[in-house]
């Protein structure tokens, strides 16, 4: 395989690097901007940086620039939409669209109508609909197809009762894609039809989840006869669970994910490195953190791999499957990797959280990565099951 970009690739990042240069907010050019938070925060300078990074990538049709031109895509290859997302993680910039964008979108364009592609997909590529996932309930999450929230078809509705947790975002998505139970009386993963449920309709309500980074990010979400136009349903009735397997595949996918892994990796190198580093870290040019840095950076570079292989994959058509959850277990738990690995270079100095004390390794960087990499092994699916995936499906072992 040639790793090197040809002609046509290497120009398209260019261009994704001048965009990045001239035109992301002052806001987004060091980690942590939310671009989602922003688009609905009350700080009118918040909002107008999401707006400005919104209005430079929609008018290139960089929301998803693998889609096709009559659904506000720009109808690149699928390694403009891979690179483009690489530049943007090793940047810093601030993804958009959500998980509309990355999962739900490709995947009405793989099952849904011609109206629900004409209806949605523009709109997710502008900017105007921010879609999320209202997945795990409280007595379902690795186990998803014992989801009891049930949708009752009543004429051209459907009307919706139940209880989802861990919504990620919730709170700040303009529809949620939610799995259903249509038909109680089927085998389990048989009754599931996939809703896409507007957040502003009567009988939708949130409340907030703190994490232990003192942050809102996920909630717990309520559903008390919520009406749902029966055209919102994604799929065919009761085939919902194969929809969302097939959306799951593409959240997993994760060429983002790997380059932010390869830009933690160097940056940790280059901090360590650095003479500010060296005060930092009493072990900085020890053997033994040095083999540990090198061996991430290895790992870093099987998993850009990985995804490479995914790409590739979606280029020539096809879905991944068990190649997107070697990605996604492999990359989650090597990001768990380098935050233990930098909060145990800096030692003491981990303890600090202000990313404004002048004291914090990389601004409290290694604190932070070390507290919020502990879901990243069960959101988007666990480790446990992502290893079955691989197992039944990749390797053909026999179910237990």
């Given at each position: 395989?040639?790793?090197?970009?040809?002609?046509?690739?290497?120009?398209?990042?260019?261009?994704?690097?001048?965009?990045?240069?001239?035109?992301?907010?002052?806001?987004?050019?060091?980690?942590?901007?939310?671009?989602?938070?922003?688009?609905?925060?009350?700080?009118?300078?918040?909002?107008?940086?999401?707006?400005?990074?919104?209005?430079?990538?929609?008018?290139?049709?960089?929301?998803?620039?693998?889609?096709?031109?009559?659904?506000?895509?720009?109808?690149?290859?699928?390694?403009?939409?891979?690179?483009?997302?690489?530049?943007?993680?090793?940047?810093?910039?601030?993804?958009?669209?959500?998980?509309?964008?990355?999962?739900?979108?490709?995947?009405?364009?793989?099952?849904?109508?011609?109206?629900?592609?004409?209806?949605?997909?523009?709109?997710?590529?502008?900017?105007?609909?921010?879609?999320?996932?209202?997945?795990?309930?409280?007595?379902?999450?690795?186990?998803?197809?014992?989801?009891?929230?049930?949708?009752?078809?009543?004429?051209?509705?459907?009307?919706?009762?139940?209880?989802?947790?861990?919504?990620?975002?919730?709170?700040?998505?303009?529809?949620?894609?939610?799995?259903?139970?249509?038909?109680?009386?089927?085998?389990?993963?048989?009754?599931?039809?996939?809703?896409?449920?507007?957040?502003?309709?009567?009988?939708?309500?949130?409340?907030?989840?703190?994490?232990?980074?003192?942050?809102?990010?996920?909630?717990?979400?309520?559903?008390?006869?919520?009406?749902?136009?029966?055209?919102?349903?994604?799929?065919?009735?009761?085939?919902?669970?194969?929809?969302?397997?097939?959306?799951?595949?593409?959240?997993?996918?994760?060429?983002?994910?790997?380059?932010?892994?390869?830009?933690?990796v160097r940056e940790l190198a280059d901090y360590l490195?650095?003479?500010?580093?060296?005060?930092?870290?009493?072990?900085?040019?020890?053997?033994?953190?040095?083999?540990?840095?090198?061996?991430?950076?290895?790992?870093?570079?099987?998993?850009?791999?990985?995804?490479?292989?995914?790409?590739?994959?979606?280029?020539?058509?096809?879905?991944?499957?068990?190649?997107?959850?070697?990605?996604?277990?492999?990359?989650?738990?090597?990001?768990?990797?380098?935050?233990?690995?930098?909060?145990?270079?800096?030692?003491?100095?981990?303890?600090?959280?202000?990313?404004?004390?002048?004291?914090?390794?990389?601004?409290?960087?290694?604190?932070?990565?070390?507290?919020?990499?502990?879901?990243?092994?069960?959101?988007?699916?666990?480790?446990?099951?992502?290893?079955?995936?691989?197992?039944?499906?990749?390797?053909?072992?026999?179910?237990?």
């Amino acid at each position: 395989m040639d790793w090197s970009d040809n002609p046509e690739q290497a120009a398209f990042r260019a261009e994704v690097r001048e965009l990045l240069d001239t035109q992301l907010p002052e806001r987004y050019r060091t980690p942590g901007g939310n671009w989602a938070a922003d688009r609905r925060s009350d700080d009118p300078e918040e909002r107008q940086a999401a707006e400005d990074w919104t209005n430079a990538l929609a008018e290139r049709r960089w929301f998803a620039p693998h889609w096709p031109e009559e659904y506000g895509g720009a109808g690149l290859t699928i390694w403009a939409q891979t690179i483009l997302r690489e530049e943007m993680a090793t940047a810093h910039a601030p993804a958009v669209g959500g998980p509309g964008v990355i999962q739900y979108g490709p995947t009405i364009i793989l099952v849904g109508d011609e109206e629900q592609k004409r209806d949605f997909l523009p709109r997710m590529v502008s900017g105007e609909l921010l879609m999320h996932s209202g997945l795990s309930e409280p007595g379902a999450g690795s186990d998803l197809a014992s989801l009891q929230t049930r949708a009752v078809r009543d004429g051209d509705e459907y009307v919706v009762n139940g209880q989802k947790i861990w919504t990620s975002n919730g709170h700040l998505a303009d529809y949620l894609w939610v799995p259903v139970r249509t038909d109680p009386d089927a085998p389990k993963h048989r009754g599931i039809s996939a809703l896409l449920i507007p957040t502003d309709l009567p009988g939708v309500e949130f409340r907030p989840l703190i994490n232990m980074g003192g942050e809102h990010g996920f909630n717990e979400s309520f559903f008390e006869d919520v009406h749902v136009p029966v055209k919102n349903r994604i799929g065919e009735e009761n085939r919902g669970w194969y929809v969302g397997a097939t959306a799951l595949d593409f959240e997993r996918s994760g060429i983002a994910g790997s380059a932010t892994v390869r830009r933690d990796v160097r940056e940790l190198a280059d901090y360590l490195a650095s003479d500010e580093g060296r005060g930092r870290s009493r072990v900085a040019s020890s053997p033994a953190l040095r083999r540990e840095v090198a061996e991430i950076a290895i790992a870093a570079d099987v998993h850009y791999n990985l995804c490479l292989r995914i790409a590739s994959m979606q280029d020539a058509g096809r879905v991944p499957n068990y190649e997107a959850s070697m990605g996604k277990v492999f990359g989650t738990e090597l990001t768990q990797r380098i935050a233990r690995t930098a909060a145990n270079a800096f030692g003491l100095y981990s303890n600090l959280w202000d990313e404004d004390d002048p004291r914090a390794p990389m601004a409290a960087r290694g604190a932070r990565s070390y507290v919020f990499s502990v879901p990243m092994t069960i959101a988007g699916g666990t480790s446990e099951i992502q290893r079955n995936i691989i197992a039944t499906r990749g390797l053909g072992l026999p179910r237990t």
